[in-house]
């Protein structure tokens, strides 16, 4: 019997920083997990590949893959969905892999009620003003928009009772840090390995 | 408000290499935690200064603490008192560090039972014929205490229920590792965190 994998997503407002915290992890050599690239119909901002940081599809694809029942989680955001293809989560874990989604926090919520079990991590700015300044510097939004996204965030920090932990981005680093000592840590759950020593007692 | 440190409880059979993984935890630089330093009536074994190690207490001593109720856990081992002077443990987790207690499982038992929300963390043999091996190879016990020892670990295992995490001592670096962790995961548990990010949400 294999052991199933985990289901690992990261969450937390737009502009946290969460597309830079996940590809740091995956940028690094000892990562023992599976990136689930997510669907959106958003455009490509400079710099990003289809296939590698989004899969990029038109609107009408994406309302039809919503009818068919092939994504795990959809979410409208700033008008473009996001969503995650439902059949590559299912076999990766029970190949006893796991898998790590980053995604929006409407599309978090989905997933908790889907998959319970799942290791929820919120991804939350060091402050409400850091968020702003991190929102401004980018610099490709208008005011209105800035102050629309951070009404959402802190709607979406009220929702951080849903997640099982909280990571402060303060730093790239540490927040990477953190994120792999949760999954290291959540694999040594009694829960998850009582089984196995019972199985143990039961040979010797 | 200074958030209050963990309790860190380490525990495991007999001969499972507790003590080996605790110092290897405390030899490096960058733990955050107090150790606790343990009581016993036990004779030092070579190389075991008291007061680092342990403090050895003659058996008068120590029956002494446990009537004044000095104590936060005890036991008694093959034939010898093991136990955890409570004050320590009480002032350092108020002044918001973590503590970290290597203790036997009869003694973590009675700590889950005083201190529910600790942070229990249960030191595995990879297998029993590993732990026998360990405990031959040490070379100084009968044949009849290893059999005793032995069935001891076997419901030694089976009280692995009372605890948070099951760590696997396959080699040293590797438990420490999970342990370190473990801690940081705990840190950011969502129950802990949510009342700061609460607060920061009123003041903006």
């Known amino acids: ?13 737009s502009g946290v920083g969460k597309g830079t915290v996940r590809k740091e992890i995956f940028s690094q050599k000892n990562t023992s997990f599976e990136y689930s690239i997510s669907m959106t119909t958003r455009s490509p901002r400079a710099g ?4 590698v940081d989004y899969f990029f599809k038109s609107r009408e694809e994406f309302e039809a893959l919503i009818e068919q029942g092939k994504l795990l989680e959809y979410a409208e955001f ?9 059949d590559y989560v299912r076999e990766t874990t029970l190949k006893g892999k796991d898998v790590f989604l980053e995604i929006e926090v409407e599309g978090a919520k989905q ?3 889907k998959f319970p079990d799942g290791l929820f991590i919120f991804l939350s700015p060091p402050s409400l003003s850091e968020l702003k300044n991190r929102i401004v510097t ?9 102050n629309n996204r951070m009404n959402v965030a802190r709607e979406e920090i009220e929702m951080m009772h849903l997640y099982d932990y909280v990571v402060e981005n303060d730093t790239v680093e540490n ?5 792999k000592a949760i999954i290291v840590a959540e694999h040594c759950r009694r829960e998850r ?12």
Chains 1, 2 share one sequence.
């Open 1 to 13: 019997m294999v052991e199933k994998g985990l289901l690992i997503v990261l969450s937390g407002p």
């Open 175 to 179: 927040a990477c840090e953190k994120i």
């Open 111 to 113: 997933v908790r009620e």
């Open 78 to 86: 700033v008008g473009n969905y996001y969503g995650t293809p439902v």
């Open 48 to 51: 990003e590949v289809d296939g």
């Open 138 to 146: 980018r610099g490709t939004e208008s005011e209105e928009i800035i």
């Open 193 to 204: 390995v009582e089984p196995k020593y019972k199985k143990m007692l039961e040979v010797n």
